[in-house]
């Protein structure tokens, strides 16, 4: 079935730059998303890149995608305190019921 | 722009009492889902829906009920509320997919 994996834990110091990784399974995901969560909130929608696209860059936020590898990444410049949370990554196949599978998170820790 | 907007933001319900969880878009989505968290853990789906009048269930969906009469509300119904079901719970809409802020849910 479908599987979306990140690594769990993601340490950067403020102004350096955030990178989090993603792979997934399906082949047929037609959007691949990323959502900031942080405690006690809801999950943000941050970006979102469609298959065809190789590259989407939205101020900060910088999205690569790999189809070949099935390798997602968010890459986030000049990373603030105000960027520690859980970071999800998720796909949404295409066509049916468009059911997206999330990825477990990662928690970026933002040092002064 | 309301996107997704949940009812309400928290409630305590005490062992088998009843409740219903609303949830509207304004997005015209046809598709929208239920999931729940639990603290520390990911997404589970509960139910969802493809459209208006469609409805079918996700990974975890003893203990609840849906509707979708309408493409902006999927409201969920808890019956017989139960401590296992204490979580914070949030509906969404797609493509692409938006979250509510979410319902924290306390069961005591």
């Known amino acids: 079935g479908e599987d979306v994996e990140q690594s769990l834990f993601l340490s950067v110091r403020e102004g350096d730059s955030s990178v989090i990784n993603c792979t997934y399974t399906d082949s047929s995901s037609t959007y691949l998303y990323w959502y900031k969560q942080e405690p006690g909130a809801g999950l943000q929608l941050l970006t979102y890149?469609?298959?065809?696209?190789d590259m989407k860059q939205d101020q900060r936020l910088t999205v690569l995608l790999n189809k070949k590898d099935k390798h997602l990444s968010l890459r986030i410049a000049d990373t603030q305190t105000g960027d520690s949370a859980i970071y999800f990554c998720a796909e949404n196949a295409s066509g049916g019921s468009y059911i997206p599978t999330f990825g477990r998170g990662t928690s970026l820790i933002v040092h002064p | 722009n309301a996107g997704v907007t949940q009812t309400p933001k928290f409630r305590i319900l005490k062992i088998g009492q009843s409740m219903t969880l609303q949830c509207a878009q304004d997005m015209n989505h046809n598709y929208m889902y239920w999931y729940r968290q639990d603290p520390g853990m990911g997404l589970k789906l509960i139910y969802y829906s493809v459209g208006a009048g469609i409805t079918d269930k996700g990974e975890v969906p003893n203990g609840y009920n849906v509707s979708r009469s309408t493409t902006e509300d999927f409201p969920l119904r808890l019956e017989l509320a139960a401590p296992s079901q204490t979580s914070v719970y949030f509906c969404a809409s797609s493509p692409p997919l938006h979250f509510g802020n979410g319902t924290r849910l306390t069961v005591t």
């Open positions: 890149i469609f298959s065809n696209m």
